[in-house]
T-cell receptor, first 110, second 116 residues
Framework: RKEVEQDPGPFNVPEGATVAFNCTYSNSASQSFFWYRQDCRKEPKLLMSVYSSGNEDGRFTAQLNRASQYISLLIRDSKLSDSATYLCVALGAYGQNFVFGPGTRLSVLP | EAGVAQSPRYKIIEKRQSVAFWCNPISGHATLYWYQQILGQGPKLLIQFQNNGVVDDSQLPKDRFSAERLKGVDSTLKIQPAKLEDSAVYLC??????????????FGPGTRLTVT
């Protein structure tokens, strides 16, 4: 079993739709979580950090369920510019053991 | 604020040759990371430095890969000898390394390596 798994995608949604991605992690010692977005042939860029039960930033909401060991990312009112691959990251204790998931690709269609 | 700098951006070498990548992190960031990203996969952590000490190198193939951060600022990653399966993008990232947001990583543009 991989340490961090994500919805395989791709997700193809129309503009204005709401879309949710799931991410599960196997290391129960994981302390912090992050969502990054990565555009084609570009570096990952930090989208959101999740340290407690969740976080919200504009159209983006992340929720953490420690009991079930999953994190979700919700995007409301999707824009064309949201098209990218979304990477889930789990961080272990003491700032070590960063593990990226394989990513979920999103295409927002006009 | 300047971001993470990496060079070169692209490199093509033949198998069994050696190659080196350079990274300069964001000023003041104590933690530096090297990742390998193969097409279609998420980044895989190769090595993590805190200042000039190694925190995690459990996934670094030490028979051919080496990395150093001698003065606790910039870093080099070397592959010697290269294999075909080393073809990937090598990403460098840095973070503050302390405080609540200390592990939020900022990535450089990466070096795209092709081994023929």
């Amino acid at each position: 079993r991989k340490e961090v798994e994500q919805d395989p995608g791709p997700f193809n949604v129309p503009e204005g739709a709401t879309v949710a991605f799931n991410c599960t992690y196997s290391n129960s010692a994981s302390q912090s979580f992050f969502w990054y977005r990565q555009d084609c042939r570009k570096e990952p860029k930090l989208l959101m950090s999740v340290y407690s039960s969740g976080n919200e930033d504009g159209r983006f909401t992340a929720q953490l369920n420690r009991a079930s060991q999953y994190i979700s990312l919700l995007i409301r009112d999707s824009k064309l510019s949201d098209s990218a691959t979304y990477l889930c990251v789990a961080l272990g204790a003491y700032g070590q053991n960063f593990v990226f998931g394989p990513g979920t690709r999103l295409s927002v269609l006009p | 604020e300047a971001g993470v700098a990496q060079s070169p951006r692209y490199k093509i070498i033949e198998k069994r040759q050696s190659v080196a990548f350079w990274c300069n992190p964001i000023s003041g960031h104590a933690t530096l990371y090297w990742y390998q990203q193969i097409l279609g996969q998420g980044p895989k952590l190769l090595i993590q430095f805190q200042n000039n000490g190694v925190v995690d190198d459990s996934q670094l193939p030490k028979d051919r890969f080496s990395a150093e951060r001698l003065k606790g600022v910039d870093s080099t990653l070397k592959i010697q000898p290269a294999k075909l399966e080393d073809s990937a993008v090598y990403l460098c990232a840095s973070s503050l390394g302390w405080g609540q947001n200390g592990y939020e990583q900022y990535f450089g543009p990466g070096t795209r390596l092709t081994v023929t």
